[in-house]
């Protein structure tokens, strides 16, 4: 029986990618760099990753990463406060709370996360966020999960990993955990997780709440 719930944050709580969009676009601009896609098209570059996105663009000869990641931080943090949650993840987690279930964030974002989280009044229902300032390997590593086990005593067999990218899933599927996709846009059709759902409702039903 799942009794933990571990939450990504960004595009699984959080309405995030906007924000990505923008940023990255302005970043492009900052650098002298024309983007040849729609914003649709750069939001599926994002959903992989950022420096995915940077790399696809092929302007390694008009910027480093380095000093495009940081235009692109720039605008993100001007604006961070701004991103809406999910509606139906928020009820998700106040839900699973209500019932007795422990819920967890794991984020690649920084300490920033937990002033989102206050910002769409809902840090109170988790019992540690795992943010970037823990020095682990990215997702799908494991490591970071497997500590967060090991900090809560939590058993990782309890646990289901939920976000809206195959590495989230497969992190906890990597630390013996349950892995879940939430893949609203069906972008990835042949992801190698235990749930792939467009809903994340469904969660309710698998943790039984």
């Known amino acids: ?15 995030s990618y906007p924000l990505f969009v ?10 002298g760099i024309d983007v040849p896609y729609d914003r649709d098209t750069v ?10 996105a940077y790399r696809k663009m092929d302007v390694e000869h008009k910027t480093t990463y380095e000093k495009f990641y ?19 993840t928020i009820d998700l987690i ?4 209500a019932a007795g279930k422990k819920n967890f964030i794991y984020t690649h974002t920084g300490p920033i996360a937990k002033e ?33 086990a090991e900090h809560c005593g939590l058993d990782p067999k309890t646990c289901l990993m939920i976000g809206d990218r195959p590495i989230d899933a497969l992190a906890g599927m990597n630390a013996g955990m349950v892995g879940f996709l939430w893949d609203e846009d069906d972008l990835y059709p042949d992801a190698k997780v235990d749930y792939r759902c467009k809903d994340i409702t469904e969660v309710a039903k698998i943790v039984g709440i």
Do not use: W
Not at 72 to 88: D, K, M, N
Not at 127 to 134: H, K, N, P, Q, W
């Open 1 to 15: 029986m799942i009794q933990n719930l571990i939450f990504d944050l960004d595009g699984t709580i959080v309405n």
């Open 22 to 31: 923008e940023s990255f676009i302005a970043a492009c601009e900052k650098n």
């Open 43 to 52: 939001f599926r570059m994002l959903k992989i990753t950022v420096p995915d």
């Open 70 to 88: 940081d235009d692109y931080v720039s605008t993100y943090s001007e604006h961070y406060t701004e991103q809406p949650g999910f509606a139906q």
């Open 94 to 97: 106040k839900k699973a709370q």
């Open 116 to 148: 989102i989280l206050a910002n769409i009044g809902i840090l109170d229902c988790f019992e540690f966020v795992l943010d970037a300032s823990y020095p682990f390997p990215m997702k799908p590593a494991p490591d970071a999960l497997l500590f967060l």
